[in-house]
Each structure stands twice: as structure tokens, then as C-alpha cells.
Nanobody, 118 residues
Framework: VQVVESGGGLVQAGGSLRLSCTASGLTFNQYTMAWFRQAPGKEREFVASHVHKDGSTYYVDSVKGRFTISRDNVKNTVYLQMNSLKPEDTAVYYC????????????WGQGTQVTVSS
């Protein structure tokens, strides 16, 4: 199984970025896909998730209204559209694939750096 993120970079406050995460070696529609992030000196935190089973999406309060998670089950890819970025969004963003019916089965990507300058 491989989970690979892309799309990170440096952006000014107020700008936008779109992260992508492609998973291979698994049955994509059996997995809840999620984004987490970890800022320097802080613990990894949940950002957003998309449950394939019913299309439900969930967001941490700090990104609601600014970030949108979506998935393409043909391309085995999940996206995180990030708008109105703030310096506090600076972190390494990680993609997580978790088996919806077996939560102990999950995979992480290697992470992609997002830096928002003020």
C-alpha cells in the first residue's frame, strides 16, 4: 500500500493551495480518507475526513468554511482545497487512509509541507 501526498508549498496569507493524496494497493472505496497536520512543536491534529460509505465530511472547527475535502474514487485520490490560508495553518499535512469497517487498519502518507507567510 502506498499513500502519497502532493501540492504543498509556500503561500501568502489569504492565498489558496490544493493538496492531493493518491492511494494505491488498497480498495479505495473501503477507506475513509482524512487529512491531519502537525505544526512544529505540536501534536498531530485532525483536519478533515471524507467517509465514502455515505459521503459524510468532517472538519476541525478552525478550518470550517475555508477548507474543503473531496475525493475521486476513479483516481483513488482525495483532495484538500485550502482557501483563505492563515499563518497558523503552517504545518506538515498528512494523508490518512483508514478502513471504514476495520479502524485498526490504516495507512499514512509521508507528509507535505504547507507554509503560510504573513
Amino acid at each position: 500500500v502506498q499513500v502519497v501526498e502532493s501540492g504543498g508549498g509556500l503561500v501568502q496569507a489569504g492565498g489558496s493551495l490544493r493538496l492531493s493524496c493518491t492511494a494505491s494497493g488498497l480498495t479505495f472505496n473501503q477507506y475513509t480518507m482524512a487529512w491531519f497536520r502537525q505544526a512544529p512543536g505540536k501534536e498531530r491534529e485532525f483536519v478533515a475526513s471524507h467517509v465514502h460509505k455515505d459521503g459524510s465530511t468532517y472538519y476541525v472547527d478552525s478550518v470550517k468554511g475555508r477548507f474543503t475535502i473531496s475525493r475521486d474514487n476513479v483516481k483513488n485520490t482525495v483532495y484538500l482545497q485550502m482557501n483563505s490560508l492563515k499563518p497558523e495553518d503552517t504545518a506538515v499535512y498528512y494523508c490518512n487512509a483508514q478502513r471504514t469497517d476495520r479502524p485498526t487498519s490504516y495507512y499514512w502518507g509521508q507528509g507535505t509541507q504547507v507554509t503560510v507567510s504573513s
